[in-house]
C-alpha cells in the first residue's frame, strides 16, 4: 500500500499504465462482496457507439426532403419591435416559409412562474442575439441569404447593462412582471435571529466578492430536427439535443396547441449540456412550427455564435457575507446576500436565487441564518443552470470568507472545518434534512495526499496551497411544475432469450446515465449490464424522467429501476422455485442463472426462468418509479435546497503566481469526493475530474464579458476569444473517492458530477492569497486582478481585488421561520410572505 | 438553383471513393453531407476547436478549413476507418475501457490526433501527449482520462499485455 500512496500526484510525463499481473483486482477489497456489478469499474454501455463515431447527435440525422432552418436574431439589446416585413425572404427561391412572432404567440418557459418566453420575439427584444424570424429553406445557405432579407424597424430602448443598473433603474422595464423595476425576484429569509447571534460572537467578519457569469461551452452545438405528420395523424416529432425531454414536451404541446399526445420528443445523445440544454428552447418550437406549415422534415443547427446568445449559463452573482464566530470557530450566525444577473429572461432563475441561499448550511453548523437574495432582469443573454446551479458563487463567497476566518482565529482552515462540521442525519437551520456526511473524511484525504500541513503557510512566495470544501444536492426534492406524481419512472420487460430492455425517460449527455440503469438492473437480476438494452429519452416510448438536471439521474431513476428490476426478480422467482421445489427465499440470480444458495449447481438459465415465468403469467414487464421524501421545511421557499441526500468534496489547490505578470498557474489538486457509493467506478472518476476541470476554468479564465458600453454586445462568442483550458492548462488531479452510503440513494449512491467543481473557485483563491498575500475576491481570476491588487499592497493600500459596495436593495418583510433547535415546524410565522401560512394554520 | 457540382476522387479510409458536390464545400461538409459519414463531427466550423479533426495523408487537419477539392488525390482517414475487421483500434478500445469518451462528441477528433500521435511517436511522454492533443477541446473529461487512454493503447500496441492502474479506475486509496 506504500508504494500506492506514493504515486499519489501523478506527474506529468509520470506512468499511468500498470502492467503487471497483481493489478488491479475487479473491485477494491474494501467493497462488500454481496454486489456482483455495483462499484466496478466497467466501460459505458453506449462506449462503442462512441469511440467509433457511430452515435447519432441531433445534426446527425438527416431526413428525406429535410429543410434548414436559421433565425434572425436582434442587433440590439433593447428594442420594441415596430415593424417587420419577411415579403422579400419569402419570395427568395428555395424558402419554403418565413415565421415571425404573431405566428407563435403563446409564452412559454421552464419555470411555471416565469412564462416569459416567446419563440421568437413578437414586440420587444431583449438582448443582442434574441430571435425575432425563422426561415427555412432546401438548404442552409439559401435560409441564411433569406435572413438579409428581412426588413425589421427596431424601435431602440435604453438597455439595463447589468445587475447594479437594474437597481438603479427601474426603469425601462424589461419585463412587466417581478418585484418591481427591473428586480425579477426578491427573496428575505430568515433562520432565528441572527442579530442575537452576532451579539455572542467573539469575532465577526464581512466580505464583498463577485462571481462572474460563465458558460457551459457544450462541444456539441444545439440541433433540433422537427417531423410533421399531418392530419388525422397530426403529429410532430421533434428530435433535440435536449437533457429535458418532458418539460421540452409540454412547451411544445403548449406553443404549439397540440394535444401532448401528438407531441413527441426525443432526445438524442447530447455532446455535452452542463445545464445549458435544460431550458426548452424559441429553436425547438421555432422549427416545429417550420415543419407544420412546410409538411417536410426541418432541422436547425446553432452556430457557435447562437450557442452564446442561448447561454443560460452562470448568473454574475456579487455577494456579501456576514459571519460572527466564537474563538473555537464556532459560528454563531450568519447573514448572506446575494446579487444576480439574470439576463433577458427569467429561465430557471427564481430557482437560481434561490440556491444561492440554500445550501450555506450544510457544511459548517449554522445555528441562525438570514439570507437575502435578488435576480436583476439585464439586456443579455438569459442566464440560468450551469453545473451547480447557483451554489458556486455562494460556495466561493462562503470558503473564502471561513478562509479569512481561519487566519483571524489563528486556526488552520482544515481544522476549523473539521471541528465544526455538520452532523450526519440531522436537520438545518434552514430545514434541510442531512443524511450521509462524509465532509470530514474528505478533508481528512486532502489534507493527508496533499501534505497540507508541510505546504500551508511554509511554502516560498510565489507559492501557495489553499483549501475548500462544498456540497451539492443529489436531485432536486420538489418538480419544476407542482405534482404528486414520480419524478423518475422505469418499464422493464424480460426477453424470454434472457436479454432485458430497460426503458426510462432519462436523458444521456455524457454523464453516463444508461449505463447506470443497465448496471443496477443487471445487479439486482443477476445479468450481464451488456445484455441489457437501454431506450431513453423518447416520450412516446419511455415514462417520465424529469431530466438530466440536478444531479438527479442517478438516484432517482436507479431507484426506480431497482424498483422494476426488484418486482421482475420476484416474478420469476416465484416460478423458478415452483420448478427448483424449493423456497423463493433460497433463490439466487447471479452470473446469468437462478440457482439454489444452498447447492449452487442446481438451477435454471436466467432465460429458462423468465420463460416458465413467460408461460405462466405472460408477458414479463414490470414497472418501478421513484418519488423523493417529501421536505421538512414548509415555508414559502423550502422547495429549493431539499434533497434525497447531499454530496460532500474537499479540495486542495497548489498555485506557482508570477508575480511579475499576475499569472497563476495550478498544477494539481487534490480532490476527495463522497460520493455516498460508487455504481460505475469509471464514471464517477470521469465526473470528478471533468468538475475539477470545469470548477478550474471558472477559477481561472472563463468569462461571459460583454462590451463596456452601451451596446451590451457579447465580447467573445467564439471558441478561441472565451477562454477555456487545454490539455497546456488542465491541472494533474489526485482523486479520492469516499464512499459514505446514503440510506437514500440506490446502493447508497449520491452525486459525483457537479459537487467536485464548486470547491475549485475558493481553493485557487485561498492558494493564491498564500503564494503572494493577496485576496482576489473575485473569480476569474485574471493576471490583471492579481497584479492590481499586488500593486496596492506594494502602496501599503488593501492588498485586494474585489468589490467594494453591496446596493440598496428593497427587500420585502423577511419570512421568519425558526430553526429546529428553537422549536419551529418547519412553517414560518409572523411577517412577510409566511404570515398568510400562519394565519391559515392560526385558523384551523 | 444549386451551384454547379464537381466530381473528384480520393482515398478515403483506405478505399477509393468519387463524389460530386458544390466546389464552395469544406472537407467537413462533403464528408457529413455527400458521403453520410456523421462520425466527424463540427464545434464551430471556424478552426477554434479541433472536434473536426481527420488525418488527410496520415496528418491531423481540422476539416472545417480544408476545401473538400482540395483533398483530390490524397488519403483521408476519419474515425469510420479506425476499427479494421469488426475490430476497435487499440484507442478506440482504451477510450471506452477508461471513460475516456464521455459525451463522445470531440472523441473522434481526439481518437484521430492520438492516432497520428502514436505514428510518429510510440511511447509518447505525458507531455508529448498534451502537446499533441493541445489544439483540441473537451468539456467533459478534464482531459486526464485521455492521456491514460493514450498511454494505455500505446503500451498495448508496443505489445504490452497493459491494464489501467487501479488509481485511474478507482482512484486513491
Known sequence: MASRKKAAVRRSGGPAVGKTAEQPTARPPDRPTALRVVGKALRKVDATAKVTGATKFADDLFLPRMLYARLLRSPHPHARIVRIDTA??????????????????????????????????????????????????????????????????????????????????????????????NLHKLINLEFGDVEEGFAQADLIREDLLFFEGSTHLPMEQHAAVADWSPPPDGKITLWSSTQTPHYVHRALAKVLELPAAKVRVIATPNGGAFGGKSDPFGHEIAVAKLAMVTGRPVKITLTREEVFYCHRGRHP???????????????????????????????????????????????????????????????????????????????FALEVHVDKLAEQLAMDPAELRLRHLVPPNSLTANWLRIGSMGLGRCIRKVVAGSGWKQKFGKLPYGKGVGLACSSYITGAGLAIYWNPMPHSGVQLKCDRGGGV?????????????????????????????????????????????????????????????????????????????????????????????????????????????????????????????????????KYRGAGVGPSPAYSYSACVAEVDVDPASGIVRVPRVWIAHDVGRSINAATVMGQIEGSVYMGLGEALMEEMAYRGNRNVVHKIPSLLEYKSPTTLEMCDIATYVIEDPDPNGPFGAKECGQGPLLPLP????????????????????????????????????????????????????????????????????????????????SKR | MPDAKTKIAFELNGEPVEVAFAPHKTLLEVLREDLALTGTKHGCELGECGTCTVLVDGKPMLSCLVLGLACAGHQVKTV?????????????????????????????????????????SPRPTREEIKLALSGNLCRCTGYIKIYEAVELAAARMQGEDAKPAPETLYGLP
Open chain 1, 762 to 841: 475558493p481553493a485557487v483563491a485561498n492558494a493564491v492569497y498564500q503564494a503572494v498575500g493577496v485576496r482576489v475576491d473575485e473569480v476569474p481570476i485574471t493576471p490583471e486582478k492579481v497584479l492590481k491588487a499586488l500593486k496596492r499592497k506594494a502602496k501599503g493600500e488593501e492588498p485586494r481585488f474585489g468589490p467594494t459596495a453591496f446596493p440598496d436593495i428593497p427587500w420585502p418583510e423577511p419570512t421568519r421561520v425558526p430553526p429546529p433547535w428553537e422549536g419551529g415546524d418547519g412553517k414560518a410565522v409572523g411577517g412577510g410572505k409566511g404570515r398568510k401560512e400562519a394565519v391559515a394554520a
Open chain 1, 317 to 395: 452573482t456579487l455577494m456579501w457575507v456576514k459571519t460572527g464566530v466564537k474563538t473555537d470557530g464556532a459560528i454563531t450566525a450568519m447573514h448572506f446576500k446575494s446579487l444576480l444577473d439574470g439576463g433577458g429572461y427569467g429561465s430557471y432563475g427564481v430557482a437560481s436565487t434561490y440556491y444561492t441561499g440554500a445550501l450555506q448550511t450544510v457544511t459548517y453548523h449554522v445555528p441562525r441564518y438570514k439570507f437575502q437574495g435578488a435576480r436583476a432582469f439585464t439586456n443579455k443573454p438569459p442566464c440560468g443552470p450551469k453545473r451547480g446551479h447557483g451554489t458556486p458563487q455562494p460556495r
Open chain 1, 501 to 633: 430492455t430497460v426503458f426510462c425517460g432519462s436523458t444521456e449527455i455524457g454523464q453516463g446515465s444508461d449505463s447506470i440503469l443497465a448496471m443496477l438492473v443487471a445487479e439486482v437480476l443477476g445479468v450481464d449490464p451488456f445484455d441489457i438494452a437501454v431506450v431513453t429519452g423518447d416520450t412516446d416510448l419511455t415514462p417520465v424522467d424529469l431530466g438530466s438536471y440536478s444531479s438527479r439521474v442517478t438516484l432517482m431513476t436507479g431507484n426506480a429501476a431497482i424498483q422494476a428490476a426488484e418486482r421482475a426478480r420476484d416474478v420469476i422467482a416465484r416460478h423458478a422455485a415452483r420448478k427448483l421445489e424449493i423456497p423463493v427465499e433460497r433463490l439466487a440470480f447471479a452470473e446469468a442463472r437462478v440457482f439454489d444458495v444452498a447447492d449452487p449447481g442446481r438451477g435454471l438459465t436466467f432465460a429458462a426462468a423468465v420463460q416458465l415465468a413467460e408461460a405462466a403469467e405472460g408477458t414479463i414487464g414490470t414497472v418501478g418509479s421513484y418519488t423523493p421524501p417529501a421536505s421538512p421545511g
Open chain 1, 88 to 181: 422579400k425572404a419569402a419570395a427568395l427561391p428555395g424558402v419554403k416559409a418565413v415565421l415571425t412572432g404573431k405566428d407563435l404567440p403563446i409564452p412559454f418557459g421552464i419555470l411555471p412562474v416565469s412564462q416569459d418566453e416567446h419563440a421568437l420575439a413578437p414586440e420587444k427584444a431583449r438582448f443582442v442575439g434574441d430571435p425575432v424570424a425563422a426561415v427555412a429553406a432546401v438548404s442552409e445557405e439559401v435560409a441564411t441569404a433569406a435572413l438579409d432579407l428581412i426588413d425589421v424597424t427596431y424601435e431602440p430602448l435604453r438597455p439595463i447593462v447589468d445587475a447594479l443598473d437594474a437597481v438603479e433603474h427601474p426603469a425601462p422595464r424589461i419585463h412587466e412582471y417581478g418585484d418591481g423595476g
Open chain 2, 80 to 120: 469510420e476507418g479506425m476499427a479494421a475487421g469488426g475490430t476497435l483500434h487499440p484507442l478506440q478500445e482504451a477510450f471506452a475501457e477508461l471513460g475516456a469518451a464521455q459525451c463522445g462528441y470531440c472523441t473522434p477528433a481526439f481518437l484521430l490526433a492520438a492516432e497520428a500521435l502514436l505514428a510518429e
